[in-house]
């Protein structure tokens, strides 16, 4: 097998994002574009990249600082021939070079690697990725000649009338042999209607040398639509959602409605797991099999084991057992873990704590900075105070505390194994084993009060 670089043309202005933020960098479900172009190339064995960057070319370094890739300055955007030309020591004789671009982020790992394969089998000095489509206006037009063989890619800006009728366009993605691009760069112009250095053009400088030059059509050309517009980025978010839920499902994942569930790409999800409607699984989550997560449900880098039930929840950077029921309104902030057959019900937050086994948390709770043990009652309205107004202290709740309604936790204070509190106590002092703590007044009943 022949070695493989790539080229990433990243220089570009990206003005119709309407954003200080350079357009590669915009994300489509979690991931900036041109990480996901970076990730596919690298997924496709291909190790070295080059990066070409221009405008916000600090912004995108250091987005890719940890990516291993090596940039090369593009100061005039003066073209996609004078982008790759600025990477002119990367490009190496006898080594192959595929071009990709920062901003078509739905690219496929098997396109690129069949490009490869069919450049290589073909023995060719470049071969281009065409596709048929309906509405080829903006594209570079794939001319043939009557035999069929490829004579030259015409820019839409440059084209005839006649050569714009032509239906198969120019992916611009393709695999060069480094040695014939370098010298084919050098003989390029900026002779055309937008006074650029086209890299296509290479291709008919070849051609012309008698070098062998041809296009793999690919049948799915929306895996190489360049995002330009928010409207776009939309489109492109769309077609990622939708394969990743095709490929969920196909898992033995049941989506009740694919089009309001987003998961990212780096999450997994258990066999017969059901995701109802409008629900986010985004970061490292990973849930178990039998769940049911959702409806209206957002988690974020959350492990979850098998049978539990999250709805209308958000959830983060936690971990949560099996057989557990969670919301609906529940918020669980980072840091917790929740063990197995809890209850976290309505209007409950936890956060930095762990919830031993078959505890209940039901309803308008604020667990935070607690070690809570197993079966543990806590009644509606509990709030473990952690906070003086400087410093935060934790709450250590034993196994089998029953918690009355309304009860303050100041912590730090400990409830020992199989203590109760009354409902009302504002709880200041440990409290023994098995004791029960009440800390409120005794209710005073005054007789015939309304009528003075
Ligand atoms: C290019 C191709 C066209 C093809 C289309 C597919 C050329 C001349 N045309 O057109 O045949 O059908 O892609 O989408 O190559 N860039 C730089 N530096 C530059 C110019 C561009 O880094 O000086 C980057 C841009 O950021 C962009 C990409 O290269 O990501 C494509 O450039 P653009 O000028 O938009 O080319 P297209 O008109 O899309
Ligand atoms: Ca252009």
Same mark, same amino acid.
């Given at each position: 097998m022949r070695?493989?670089?790539a080229?990433?043309?990243?220089a570009?202005?990206?003005?119709?994002m309407?954003s200080k933020k350079?357009?590669?960098?915009?994300?489509v479900?979690g991931?900036?574009?041109?990480?996901r172009?970076?990730?596919v190339a690298?997924s496709?064995?291909?190790?070295?990249i080059?990066v070409?960057v221009g405008h916000?070319?600090?912004?995108? /370094?250091e987005?890719?600082?940890?990516?291993?890739?090596?940039?090369?300055?593009?100061?005039?955007?003066k073209g996609?021939?004078?982008a790759v030309?600025?990477a002119?020591s990367?490009l190496e004789e006898g080594?192959?070079v595929v071009?990709?671009?920062?901003?078509?982020p739905?690219?496929?790992?098997?396109?690129?690697?069949s490009?490869m394969?069919?450049h290589?089998?073909?023995q060719?000095?470049?071969?281009?990725?065409?596709s048929?489509?309906d509405?080829?206006? %903006?594209?570079?037009?794939?001319?043939r000649?009557?035999?069929?063989?490829?004579v030259?890619?015409?820019?839409?800006k440059?084209?005839s009338?006649?050569q714009r009728?032509?239906?198969?366009i120019n992916?611009?993605?393709?695999?060069?042999?480094g040695?014939?691009l370098?010298?084919?760069l050098k003989?390029?112009?900026n /002779?055309n209607?937008q006074?650029e250095? $086209?890299?296509p053009?290479?291709l008919?400088?070849?051609?012309?040398?008698g @070098?062998?030059?041809d296009a793999m059509?690919?049948?799915d050309?929306?895996?190489f639509?360049?995002?330009?517009?928010r409207?776009?980025?939309?489109?492109?978010?769309k077609?990622? /959602?939708?394969?990743?839920?095709?490929?969920?499902?196909?898992?033995?994942v049941?989506?009740l409605?694919?089009?309001t569930t *987003?998961?990212?790409?780096?999450?997994? =999800?258990?066999m017969?797991?059901v995701?109802y409607?409008q629900?986010?699984l985004e %970061?490292?989550? =990973?849930i178990g099999?039998n769940?049911?997560i959702?409806?209206c449900?957002?988690?974020?880098?959350m492990?979850v084991g098998?049978e539990?039930?999250?709805q209308?929840?958000?959830?983060m950077?936690?971990?949560? %057992?099996?057989f557990?029921?969670v919301?609906? *309104?529940?918020y669980?902030?980072p840091?917790?873990?929740i063990?197995n057959?809890i @209850?976290?019900?309505?209007?409950?937050? =936890? @956060?930095?704590?762990v919830?031993g086994? %078959?505890t209940?948390?039901?309803?308008?709770? $604020? =667990?935070?900075?607690s070690?809570v043990g197993?079966?543990?009652?806590f009644?509606?309205g509990?709030?473990t105070v952690?906070?003086?107004?400087k410093?935060?202290f934790r709450t250590?709740?034993?196994?089998?505390?029953f918690i009355g309604?309304n009860?303050?936790l100041?912590?730090?204070v400990t409830l020992?194994?199989?203590?109760y509190v009354?409902?009302?106590?504002?709880i200041?002092?440990d409290?023994?084993?098995?004791?029960l703590?009440?800390a409120?007044?005794?209710?005073?009943?005054?007789?015939g009060?309304s009528?003075?």
């Amino acid at each position: 097998m022949r070695q493989r670089k790539a080229i990433l043309l990243a220089a570009g202005e990206g003005s119709r994002m309407k954003s200080k933020k350079a357009k590669v960098l915009h994300e489509v479900m979690g991931k900036s574009m041109v990480q996901r172009v970076v990730d596919v190339a690298k997924s496709a064995g291909l190790e070295e990249i080059a990066v070409i960057v221009g405008h916000q070319a600090e912004q995108v /370094q250091e987005a890719l600082k940890d990516s291993g890739v090596t940039f090369f300055l593009q100061q005039e955007q003066k073209g996609t021939g004078h982008a790759v030309m600025q990477a002119e020591s990367f490009l190496e004789e006898g080594k192959d070079v595929v071009i990709l671009y920062g901003d078509t982020p739905l690219l496929q790992k098997e396109t690129l690697l069949s490009l490869m394969d069919f450049h290589e089998q073909a023995q060719n000095a470049v071969t281009i990725i065409s596709s048929l489509v309906d509405q080829p206006d %903006g594209y570079g037009r794939i001319v043939r000649d009557e035999a069929g063989q490829f004579v030259k890619n015409v820019e839409h800006k440059d084209a005839s009338e006649a050569q714009r009728q032509i239906k198969e366009i120019n992916s611009g993605i393709y695999c060069f042999d480094g040695g014939c691009l370098k010298e084919a760069l050098k003989k390029i112009n900026n /002779q055309n209607a937008q006074g650029e250095y $086209y890299l296509p053009d290479t291709l008919s400088v070849l051609k012309a040398e008698g @070098k062998k030059v041809d296009a793999m059509v690919v049948s799915d050309s929306r895996q190489f639509l360049g995002v330009n517009t928010r409207a776009q980025l939309a489109q492109v978010q769309k077609v990622l /959602q939708e394969r990743v839920n095709a490929y969920w499902m196909n898992e033995g994942v049941t989506i009740l409605d694919p089009a309001t569930t *987003y998961i990212a790409d780096t999450v997994t =999800v258990g066999m017969d797991t059901v995701i109802y409607p409008q629900t986010l699984l985004e %970061g490292h989550t =990973v849930i178990g099999e039998n769940c049911q997560i959702g409806p209206c449900t957002r988690l974020m880098d959350m492990t979850v084991g098998d049978e539990t039930t999250m709805q209308f929840t958000t959830a983060m950077e936690s971990t949560v %057992g099996s057989f557990t029921k969670v919301g609906p *309104y529940a918020y669980i902030r980072p840091n917790c873990h929740i063990g197995n057959h809890i @209850k976290v019900g309505d209007f409950v937050e =936890v @956060k930095n704590s762990v919830i031993g086994d %078959g505890t209940k948390i039901s309803h308008l709770t $604020y =667990v935070g900075d607690s070690d809570v043990g197993q079966n543990i009652n806590f009644g509606c309205g509990t709030v473990t105070v952690n906070y003086d107004g400087k410093k935060k202290f934790r709450t250590v709740i034993e196994d089998n505390v029953f918690i009355g309604c309304n009860a303050n936790l100041v912590a730090p204070v400990t409830l020992k194994e199989g203590s109760y509190v009354a409902a009302g106590s504002t709880i200041t002092k440990d409290v023994p084993p098995k004791a029960l703590a009440v800390a409120r007044n005794r209710q005073t009943n005054l007789e015939g009060w309304s009528k003075k």
